[in-house]
DNA sequence: GATAAAATGTAGTGATCGCTATATAAATCC
DNA sequence: GGATTTATATAGCGATCACTACATTTTATC
């Protein structure tokens, strides 16, 4: 048996390939949830035994946060691909909606997003704070990006914008496609640009 | 022992209230989603042994059906509630998003939507099947009713609805307060008039 | 009160949960 | 190559899962 880890730089020589393990649990607990995902399985899917697993990853929550991070630190952080492309706040906003109607439609049975939705109603303790964690920190940055512009209500209109988002990850995990999510984002759109005209 | 069941007339006699059981377990499932809760603990609470509890409800599921239609026939059908006061479509929509924020908070540890979230991530089949023909019939009861006036514009406008309210009681579960609620709610309740004005 | 019917309590089914103790195999170091 | 360290595989831990067979008690009927 051949030592492949060659990505991590960091970290003990193991027998699998620990980044290629996190990308298919990511996989795993966002298609079907926390709970519904278990040891067993992760590791047949994982190809390790249950002793490489927990020193691994030391734990189910362990791995999990590691899906997390995985998972925000790639294509999923749309609103850091939005503001990445510049414009206006009404564009960057909208643009992150958009990305979220391209990004949530199932594919593959993996469906809306995983720190949304991945420990939604989970009996754990440790995975739900976990991703309550990344929820705020997601939301905080959208929060603080309009504050810079309207701090008497960046509140509210973040607020607007998470439960758009927390909404269209629930449509698209009951099913929705991406035309229908476009639509609803256009208009989440629009209700925004409209909501800074209103006052501002 | 006295058989105490009064309420249900159809039905065989039992020495536990039937409708009672079934309030307690509605609590239960809404408070923490269908597979957190136990056959084990659904005896407990509602104070009746295994055999009792499959004579009565068929399956756990057979329980969280009965829960289901108990929370969509009473005050959490919101969109019935807002209809019944009348009024303009655009007001009876608002007046919908509005008694969702009032419902949704959390209370006694229970809040969002049972319908909406009570199976979100559940890996039992049956119950996201009956959860899911719910939701569709919800969406559909809005549909119908924005088609009256805008049979063109009735899905995209509906589906706008149908997000926010998943979306709020997603983000009423992650913690989200009724007042945050409201502010969001009105954002809403103003977009879909502003879609309404815009081509009508 | 005897009999038939029905609901209940006791106990336990096999399966799966996350996790680990122990032992073997492999890789590293001198 | 021998010794030490490290990771692996085998097997199983106690707990919980939804659910049920069986015997008993309670209820209803006559």
């Known amino acids: 048996m051949v030592a492949t880890e060659t990505s991590g730089v960091r970290g003990r020589r193991r027998s699998f390939d620990v980044d290629e393990a ?17 040891v067993a399985e992760l590791g047949t899917e994982l190809g390790i035994k249950p002793p490489s697993f927990y020193a691994a990853f030391g734990s ?4 999990f946060e590691r899906a997390l991070r995985r998972y925000a630190a790639g294509e999923a952080n749309i ?12 564009e960057v906003i909208e643009r992150t909606l958009l990305l979220a109607a ?11 997003c995983l720190v949304l939705d991945g420990a939604r109603n989970s009996a754990d ?12 920190a997601g939301v ?17 209109l973040a607020d607007f914008i998470a439960i758009t988002m ?8 009951d099913g929705m496609g991406e035309d229908a999510l476009t639509v609803v ?4 759109g629009r209700a925004f640009r409209r909501e800074l005209a209103a006052e501002g």
């Open 79 to 90: 609103f850091a691909r939005a503001q990445a492309e510049g414009g206006s706040m009404a």
């Open 185 to 188: 984002a256009r208009m989440a």
């Open 102 to 112: 391209r990004l949530y439609p199932e594919r593959d049975g993996v469906a809306g």
């Open 22 to 38: 996190v990308e298919t649990a990511m996989r795993l607990f966002h298609a079907r949830g926390y709970d519904a995902v278990g």
């Open 140 to 156: 905080a940055a959208i929060r603080d990006f309009i504050a810079t512009e309207q701090p008497e209500r960046a509140d509210a």
């Open 60 to 63: 189910k929550a362990g791995l």
């Open 125 to 136: 303790p440790v995975a739900c704070a976990l991703a309550e964690t990344m929820r705020k």
């Open 166 to 173: 927390k909404g269209m990850s629930a449509a698209a995990r």
